[in-house]
C-alpha cells in the first residue's frame, strides 16, 4: 500500500465522498476513484458502503483507516526526527482540549515547557469532549486532554482522574466560609451554568436527578469566563471541574468549595494519545509534563499550588 492511496483513502473516509476529497486534495476524482480500486482488489473486499448521501467506510474500511492513520503519522515522525538538531530543539506539538483546560491549565503548562525547551511550538485546539477524542483516536490532535463518565477504549488513556464539581463563588458570599457545599444549600442563590454539551453540566444535572433536587440557573451560557464573572461580580454560583477552578480562583478573585454530592465522583477527566502510535519525542516529554502536572493537582486537593511545589519536579530532559 502506498502512502497517496492511504491517504486518498483517509480523505474519503473524512468528508464521505469521492468528489469533496477531490477538491479538497486538488487530486482528479478518477484518480481517487482507481486508488480506492486497487485498496479493494488488493484486500478483497469493499471499504466502503455506498449510499445515496455519500460514503462510509466498512467494518474493513474502518480497520484500514486505523492502519493508515498510525502509518502516516509514523511516516511524519520519522521525517521530523531526521531533520531536529539534536535533543529537543525542534518539534510540534498538538494538544486539542475542553474549554476548561484551555483557559489557564495548559497555556500556563506550555509556557513552562518551553522555558526549558523554546524550540518546541504547540497548537492547541477547544471543542468539545467527544470532538477531542474523536480527533486524538484519528490522528488530528497528539494529545488531548478530555472528560468523560468511562474510560474510552477508542484512545490511549496516558493518565486519569476524579474530575468532582466544585461551586465558585465571591469571597464575600453568604457560603464562602464554608468547608464544602450541597444542593441544598446552593438552591437558594443565583446558579449560572455551562450549555448543556459540557460533562459539568451533566454531571450537575445527574446530581440533581440522583438527589432529588430541583434548581433553575438564572443564566446558562457556552462562554466559560462569563460564568467565571457571574460567580465574581453578581453574587452568583457557578459549577466548574477541580483542575479548572484551581488554575484560576486567583486571577477571578473566586472562592471554590467542594460540591458534596452522591454524584460527585462519577466524571473522570482523561490525558489521551493515540492507540498504536509511537509519539514524537516532543509529544511524549510534554505529555509526560502534562501527567507530572495533574498528578500535583491531585495530590494538592483543593488548593492551588504554590512555586516551591511546582519546582519539586523538573521537567524532563532528553
Known amino acids: 500500500m502506498h502512502d497517496a492511496s492511504l491517504r486518498y483513502f483517509l480523505e474519503v473516509v473524512r468528508v464521505g465522498s469521492i468528489a469533496e476529497a477531490s477538491e479538497r486534495l486538488n487530486v482528479a ?17 469493499p471499504l466502503f458502503e455506498r449510499r445515496p448521501r455519500g460514503m462510509v467506510p466498512s467494518a474493513a474500511g ?6 493508515a492513520r498510525r502509518t502516516l503519522l509514523g511516516a511524519e515522525q520519522v521525517i521530523a526526527e531526521v531533520r531536529r538538531l539534536k535533543g529537543l530543539e525542534r518539534g510540534l506539538v498538538r494538544v486539542g482540549c475542553t474549554e476548561g483546560f484551555a483557559t489557564d491549565f495548559v497555556p500556563g503548562a506550555i509556557g513552562q515547557f518551553r522555558e526549558t525547551y523554546p524550540g518546541i511550538s504547540f497548537e492547541m485546539h477547544v ?68 450549555a448543556e454539551d459540557t460533562t459539568a453540566r451533566q454531571l450537575f444535572d445527574l446530581a440533581c436527578g440522583t438527589e432529588g433536587i430541583v434548581i433553575e440557573p438564572v443564566l446558562i451560557t457556552n462562554y466559560i469566563a462569563g460564568l467565571w464573572r457571574f460567580a465574581e461580580v453578581a453574587g452568583g454560583i457557578t459549577m466548574t471541574g477541580r483542575i479548572t477552578a484551581i488554575s484560576r480562583i486567583s486571577p477571578f478573585q473566586l472562592r471554590a ?3 458534596r454530592t452522591k454524584a460527585a465522583n462519577e466524571r473522570r477527566y482523561e490525558l489521551q494519545t493515540m492507540l498504536g502510535r509511537v509519539l514524537p519525542e516532543a ?10 502536572q495533574l498528578a500535583r493537582i491531585e495530590r494538592g486537593g483543593n488548593h492551588p499550588l504554590d512555586l516551591a511545589e511546582r519546582e519539586e519536579a523538573p521537567l524532563p530532559r532528553p
Do not use: C
Open 127 to 194: 471543542s468539545t469532549p467527544r470532538t477531542i477524542t474523536r480527533m486524538v483516536r484519528e490522528g488530528d490532535m497528539d494529545i488531548g486532554l478530555s472528560y468523560g463518565f468511562a474510560p474510552d477504549p477508542s484512545v490511549r488513556i496516558e493518565h486519569a482522574g476524579s474530575a468532582p464539581l466544585m461551586a465558585l463563588m465571591a469571597p464575600d458570599h453568604p457560603l464562602a466560609g464554608r468547608p464544602f457545599v450541597t444542593l441544598a444549600d446552593i438552591a437558594a442563590f443565583p446558579l449560572g451554568l455551562p
Open 62 to 67: 474502518e480497520l484500514l483507516a486505523q492502519h
Open 257 to 259: 468549595l467542594p460540591l
Open 283 to 292: 509529544v511524549q516529554a510534554f505529555a509526560a509534563y502534562l501527567k507530572a
Open 29 to 45: 476524482a478518477s484518480a481517487i476513484s482507481r486508488q480506492i480500486a486497487k485498496l479493494e482488489a488488493e484486500l478483497g473486499t
